[in-house]
């Protein structure tokens, strides 16, 4: 899929605000609080995390499953959900369905972190193991709907879950109306994508940016190329963004809204992880480290940066304790 000049965004600022108003009905605004060390050690500039982490089920996933699936008609509810994930929209998908009566089946890969596929269990959702990778978890998933008639709550590629996202968004603008710079962890792309609609929607001049992974950065590479393409080349630690093939519809907003697309290694996302829980007590998971990781290594221009404000969003905080303490060891 090539990108066409011609754009159309088919999310809009009226359904990011329509989700938010649904989303708040039960989902939390979450907190944006100063970063000390980030300010004054490393950018020069004020920095605020954006702590999705302390969203229901840990993650921002739970926005876009909650605004989905409440989107869903009566019949479509009544023959159960069927998702795919690396474990943070699977929580979101099961709490939400347990919260409306809805059955609820996740496809996770074989090699999701336990604690997801506890909280995801725990919620009342039936867990499937399979694949090596989220992307062969998505296909699986997907045969699996055909066979049995479940209906897809797409991890990424649907306009309610963008705009679910989104409303993380209008919470910045609303709590941080002169911010400057916004750096958003990237897998599939629903999150950037509904991200950037809001905000540039409101505000072009705010400064974009997207962080991936080395490790897996289809995103990435598809932004570079201006074509979907695949980039995959093992595990990260940011296995909540491990998404080889980024979504055809998200893709498209990214390429056009997004200002510019940041790669850091697995060394400089361990050390953000390390350095989020020691010096700002927020545990954040790898994918959740990204930005912070990105400031850190210096990977993005300094105009950007001093003098300026700037957000950094924790999209999730669902780790192994014991996997954090060995991460750490390995890669600090």
Known sequence: MK??????????????KKAAKLIHQVGRVTPLIQSMFLSRDVTGGEVYLKLENMQLTGSFKFRGA????????????????????????????????????????????????LAKQQATSGY???????????????????????KSGYTIVDPYDDVDVIAGQGSIGLEILNQLADVDTVIVPVGGGGLISGIA??????????????VQSE??????ASYQANEITTFGAGKTLADGTAVATPGK???????????????VNEDEIATAMKDLLQRAKVVAE???????????????????LENKKIVALVSGGNVDLEQVATNIDQFV
Do not use: Y
């Open 197 to 210: 609609t809001a905000i540039k929607t409101v505000n072009p001049a705010i400064h974009l940016i997207g």
């Open 3 to 16: 990108l066409e000049q011609r754009f159309d965004n088919p999310v809009t600022l009226h359904d990011i």
């Open 215 to 220: 490790k897996v950065h289809g995103m990435t």
């Open 249 to 263: 519809i998200t893709f498209p907003i990214t390429k056009h809204l997004v200002d510019e697309m940041i790669l």
């Open 124 to 146: 009342g959702a039936e867990v499937i193991l399979h694949g090596d990778t989220f992307d062969e978890a998505h296909q699986f998933m997907e045969e699996e709907a055909t």
């Open 66 to 113: 909650f605004n989905k699936i409440n989107h869903l008609s009566a019949a479509e509810k009544a023959r159960g959900v069927i998702t795919a994930s690396a474990g943070n929209h699977a929580q979101g998908v099961a709490l939400t369905s347990k919260l409306l009566g809805i059955k609820a089946i996740v496809v996770m890969p074989k090699g999701a972190p």
């Open 286 to 304: 790898g994918a959740g480290a990204l930005p912070t990781a990105a400031l850190e290594a210096h990977k993005i221009d300094s105009c950007w």
